[in-house]
């Protein structure tokens, strides 16, 4: 049953296109090939990711962040009460009125009392401004670091040549390496989420390191290596400049904004996105894997606008407009995520006209793409 089934996952239809097969990958003395093995030293390298994260946080972040002036906030704790202690952890953290009813009768207590022991309790489990601040230290210089690694192992690749060259060649030490520090990172990611902060993108962020670890995972087994290293040093590059404006809001520093987020996002986009698109059913017929990589490259892609809306709209509401209810905060984020993905879709609509799919030797069929955005502007009038 196993070996079925490792047989069956392992089909070269399913990771690489037509014509080549796991054999013209074979590895010799001088020669080598991606091998899915490889993977597997991801795992020992996060687990000493997370060692080094420990130390960088307690003996750089920590410092660091007390001579920039972050410090925690005084809060109060909530008095020992172990029927509210047992209604916090099993029921609800943030009761209404009706739901404390049974509490009320129960401790003679009043309303007011206990809201605020309520109030305190969440807030001591809320975590300090200095693990957040320590959490995006972390993440900036891991970002930055394997930013310019990137750019100096694509030092002799050409961004023209990229496309067309990614089944060509064995691999390189310095692709190796590379790919296992970037998956390394984001499988650490994963083996940390209980410990880091839990914020509202919580499922969002679950997503996207899933996401992530699929593509480089499957972008290395089908050794698509260069056009993957582009994808990702052009992702790092946009949280080179997300991470930092966590930091300065953790420093108070609330009006530098992140505003070149938006331009690294779109040239994703419209960069890598749109050479996956083109430059492959150029080359070869259409596969699952064309289709796989593509779906993940969208869904990360998606997931940075709809953070950049964010995070524009957070900074025009703290400097412009003070505060808003929850409700008009998730409007203004959906309209401005809708609107980027159309302006977009617009920029996206010349380079992608024609996209040609190979059914046969020498024989092209062409269909045309019209992106249109009609709908989605006539969803947000109606």
């Known amino acids: 049953m196993a ?166 060649g064995p691999l390189q030490p310095s692709l190796f390496w590379y790919y296992m520090l970037e998956l390394s990172f984001y499988w650490s990611l994963v083996f940390t989420l209980p410990c880091d902060v839990k914020r509202k993108d919580f499922k969002e962020q679950i997503v996207h390191h899933a996401a992530t670890i699929f593509l480089i995972s499957f972008s290395y087994c089908a050794n698509y290596i260069r056009i993957g290293t582009l994808v990702l040093v052009i992702h790092d590059a946009s949280d080179c400049f997300l991470e930092p404006t966590k930091i300065f809001n953790y420093m108070k520093w609330k009006k530098t904004c992140d505003s070149l987020f938006m331009i690294f996002a779109a040239v994703f986009l419209i960069k890598c996105s749109t050479n996956t698109y083109y430059y492959s059913m150029e080359i070869f017929q259409p596969f699952f894997g064309y289709y796989f990589v593509n779906a993940l490259l969208i869904t990360l892609q998606l997931l940075h606008i709809f953070w950049s809306c964010l995070i524009i709209h957070m900074v025009y509401k703290f400097i412009l407009q003070g505060t808003e209810t929850a409700w008009e905060h998730r409007e203004c984020i959906w309209d401005g995520f809708f609107f980027v993905l159309g302006v977009l879709l617009r920029l996206m609509r010349p380079v992608q006209k024609c996209f040609p799919i190979v059914s046969s030797p020498g024989d092209f069929q062409y269909r045309i793409f019209n992106y249109s955005v009609t709908n989605i502007t006539e969803s947000q009038n109606g």
């Not at 490792?6 to 089909?11: G, V």
């Not at 975590?127 to 192992?153: D, H, N, Q």
């Not at 690749?157 to 990229?162: A, G």
């Open 3 to 168: 070996r079925a089934l490792n047989e069956w996952l392992w089909q070269h239809e399913f990771w690489l296109p037509p014509g080549i097969t796991w054999e013209d990958m074979k590895e010799s003395e001088d020669i080598h090939y991606p091998q899915p093995r490889d993977l597997l030293l991801s795992i020992p390298f996060a687990l000493i990711l997370v060692v080094i994260r420990y130390i960088f946080e307690r003996a750089i972040a920590l410092p660091l962040g007390a001579k920039l002036g972050v410090r925690d906030k005084q809060r109060p704790n909530a008095q020992p009460n172990p029927i509210l202690e047992t209604f916090y952890s099993t029921h609800c953290k943030n009761p209404k009125e009706v739901s404390l009813s049974s509490l009320l009768s129960s401790r003679f207590s009043p309303l007011r009392k206990v809201e605020r022991w309520f109030r305190r309790r969440r807030n001591t489990d809320r975590p300090s401004l200095s693990k957040k601040f320590c959490e995006a230290c972390w993440r900036f210089t891991f970002y930055v670091i394997a930013f310019f690694t990137g750019l100096a192992v694509l030092h002799d690749v050409s961004m023209q040549t990229v496309p067309p060259a990614v089944l060509e």
